[in-house]
């Protein structure tokens, strides 16, 4: 083989350097901004990173300016730090690596309506360097209506093509009304109304703000019926039933004036829904007990997961599988109503919480009425990050969440307990407005919830009596969606000593319970 000439390698080289396109005009990393909900005074944000180049990234970190009046509240899939007004979210341990072509996204509350700006991925442009890209993606396919209740729609897409290799989000028009960005490919219309059609339309955008036409419209129609904001459990507080010797609700029940409760545990076995790893729920266990005080009058609820254990979505690998054990135990005790208590590494679990969204999308599907409810760590602040995370991951698989109920307890601070779980109260409403914001004010104070622990608290600060009259009083005011506490038997023993089994603070037998017996909806 002879070798080139030195004047044609020349040549060949210019030609080359000519005819190649700007490293930053494609296959390069970009990270693209969307609102995907807003209201009056904030909104929420996210950021879509895509890796377009060829090899795989190993770690992000997206940085920008918030203009002064706009700050970021609580946050998800990304740990921030902050200097002013100049904002620098980094990959978690689970979304920094992206092979070519995948994408990952987070997102925060905004405080303002204010945009970032001078946006830097890695140090570079969030673009990418492109500014030429005049080509619209295309249509988004398959698109289909379905996950109905009586007040929300789920609509699903197939993922758009671009030529940058590059969709930054999807725009969704209910009934040619505005738009509303998503960046998944599914998107859940809420605060419907009850045996109505709605249709939908939806078009892609990609990172140079080109839009697709829109897809053809499809249609979905609520169900008749289902979840009404009336006839709740109220007042529920939590009983251990795997106290020893086993509480017996109907005398407890009896002797406190209160009419219901909620259950706990159900944990895994394996894949296998059991009684905190002891009874399994196909039998019937305690059956005698829901039997009785049904009979009363009242009606349980039934609550999987809780700070111990294993989490049924933890321990079951796949959606059917999941649902399996969760509809299992629906239909064993004919139940109304199921609490998931979500706490420690479930809660922050992104794998298992998608999982758990899914199989109890489908859970509702299959037992039309079922109300769900969702027991979260809260800071007077509100949720967490991690517990926003599982009530967004909810209402994105179309779960029509009854409540959002906090854990208003073990803070480990010097803060006044009663003052703290009304604050939280207050904190989760509002973040169930910038994930619900269809909804009215009325419609989310009725999905909050609030559960305190009574008395001394793990970390030794106290709950007491006034702070129950407190929270009932507030709860009255809003017509909050349920009240419980932690736990029914310490309520019964009025003790000193092991907080498994006493309250350490002075008080009657069931003082507690007869506060919150007073609250009713």
Not at 34 to 46: D, F, L, M, N, R
Not at 475 to 497: I, M, P, S, V, Y
């Amino acid at each position: 083989m002879r070798r080139p000439s030195a004047l044609l390698t020349l040549f060949t080289g210019l030609l080359l350097l000519v005819l190649a396109p700007p490293a930053s005009a494609a296959g390069t990393p970009t990270a693209a901004f969307s609102k995907t909900s807003t209201w009056e005074g904030g909104y929420q944000g996210a950021y879509t990173i895509t890796n377009a180049g060829s090899t795989t990234l190993t770690g992000w970190s997206v940085e920008f300016d918030l203009p002064s009046g706009t700050t970021v509240g609580s946050y998800w899939d990304a740990l921030l730090t902050q200097s002013g007004n100049h904002y620098t979210f980094k990959n978690r341990d689970y979304n920094g690596t992206l092979a070519p072509g995948a994408s990952t996204s987070f997102g925060w509350v905004s405080n303002g309506t204010g945009a970032p700006t001078a946006c830097k991925l890695n140090g570079a442009s969030c673009t990418g360097g492109s500014s030429t890209d005049t080509t619209p993606p295309g249509v988004p396919a398959g698109v289909n209506v379905g996950s109905a209740t009586a007040s929300a729609l789920t609509v699903r897409w197939s993922a758009a093509t671009d030529d940058s290799g590059s969709i930054a989000g999807y725009e969704v028009s209910r009934d040619g009304g505005t738009p509303t960005t998503v960046t998944g490919t599914s998107y859940t219309a809420t605060g419907l109304q009850a045996a109505t059609s709605y249709s939908f339309r939806v078009r892609a955008r990609d990172a140079a703000g080109n839009v697709s036409a829109y897809s053809a419209a499809v249609s979905g129609t609520t169900s008749a019926g289902g979840l009404q904001p009336s006839g709740g459990l109220f007042t529920a507080p939590y009983i251990d039933m795997g106290a020893w010797p086993t509480p017996s609700m109907p005398e407890m029940a009896s002797a406190s004036g209160l009419s219901n409760y909620t259950m706990a545990f159900i944990t895994a076995s394996g894949c296998k829904a059991m009684w905190f790893n002891a009874y399994d729920p196909r039998d019937g266990w305690a059956k005698d007990q829901i039997d009785a005080i049904r009979a009363a009058g009242g009606d349980v609820k039934v609550s999987f997961g809780g700070a111990n254990g294993i989490e049924l979505a933890q321990a079951c690998t796949s959606v059917d599988a999941l649902y399996a054990e969760y509809s299992a135990v629906v239909t064993a005790y004919s139940l109304k109503y199921v609490d998931f208590d979500i706490e420690g590494a479930a809660s922050a679990d992104p794998t298992s919480v998608a999982r758990r969204s899914q199989a109890l999308a489908r859970l509702q599907q299959a037992h039309p009425g079922l109300r769900i409810s969702l027991t979260l760590p809260v800071l007077p602040e509100g949720l967490t990050s991690d517990g926003l995370n599982v009530v967004q991951s909810a209402r994105d698989a179309g779960v029509d969440l009854d409540v959002v109920n906090v854990m208003a307890m073990d803070y480990y601070r010097s803060v006044d307990y009663g003052d703290a779980a009304v604050q939280a109260a207050q904190s989760t409403f509002a973040q169930l407005k910038s994930l619900y914001p269809s909804k009215t004010d009325a419609q989310l104070w009725a999905m909050v919830g609030v559960t305190p622990m009574l008395g001394q608290n793990d970390d030794g600060h106290l709950y007491d009596q006034a702070d129950a009259r407190r929270l009932v009083s507030f709860a009255q005011g809003k017509h909050l969606g349920e009240l419980a506490f932690w736990e029914a038997t310490r309520d019964r023993n009025a003790c000193t000593g092991a907080l498994y089994q006493c309250t350490n603070i002075p008080q009657s037998p069931y003082e507690f319970a007869k506060i919150f017996a007073a609250y009713t909806g």
